[in-house]
């Protein structure tokens, strides 16, 4: 029952927002009593803090299963995206926002774990791409995974990026060509290129 809960909430949370979503809300969705909510989670605070652990680790370990592909660096990135996109495409865009305002400790927590992970994916795609040839050899790697991951962060603040205006999809593909524009050879540049070609947003 906890795990049915879990999964249930994080849906209705990645849908309709961390803080929209009560627990009257999951209960009448499950056809159960909030007191069977808080056999399993003590508080709300709990449950959300679960929520976002289990939807961290499961795109992590999607992300892993890309990586395993030992693909190309470049496609590599695209498919990271287009996998990240189709995890997310029903997630509401004031999730995040409603995580970080009204959660602050837990936001503040799952950042520091994306940006653990995030670190060892990029740092280990960058040098790839170094040792092939496709990226700039006067590359900083920290510097740039660094930013990489900023950027990431960033696009997401729905106050600088409206989403009415600026679709995630969008984002995340204008984001990804500035980045790789900015690190390529014009070797990488022409696997660039090609790879554009092939992974859109209509792919999602």
């Not at 995630?168 to 540049?189: A, C, D, P, S």
């Amino acid at each position: 029952m906890r795990e049915t809960i879990l999964n249930k909430a994080t849906e209705l949370f990645l849908d309709l927002g961390f803080k929209s979503v009560t627990m009257d809300d999951i209960a009448t969705e499950m056809g159960i009593s909030k007191k069977t909510i808080y056999t399993h989670f003590k508080n709300k605070s709990v449950l959300v803090k679960a929520s976002t652990e289990i939807s961290f680790l499961r795109i992590c370990s999607g992300i892993d299963g890309v990586r395993k592909e030992n693909q190309n660096p470049i496609v590599e990135l695209y498919s990271i995206k287009q996998y990240v996109m189709k995890h997310m495409k029903n997630q509401n865009s004031s999730a995040q926002f409603q995580l970080q305002k009204y959660y602050p400790a837990v936001y503040a927590e799952m950042r520091s774990k994306q940006y653990d992970y995030m670190q060892d994916c990029v740092v280990e795609n960058l040098n790839k791409g170094l040792e092939m040839g496709l990226y700039r050899e006067n590359l900083d790697v920290e510097f740039a995974s660094r930013i990489y991951f900023l950027g990431m962060v960033g696009i997401k603040d729905n106050d600088m990026f409206p989403a009415d205006q600026f679709p995630m999809i969008t984002l995340m593909e204008k984001y990804l060509e500035y980045h790789l524009r900015g690190i390529v050879t014009q070797k990488g540049l022409k696997k660039l290129t090609e790879t554009i070609e092939n992974y859109t947003p209509n792919d999602l």
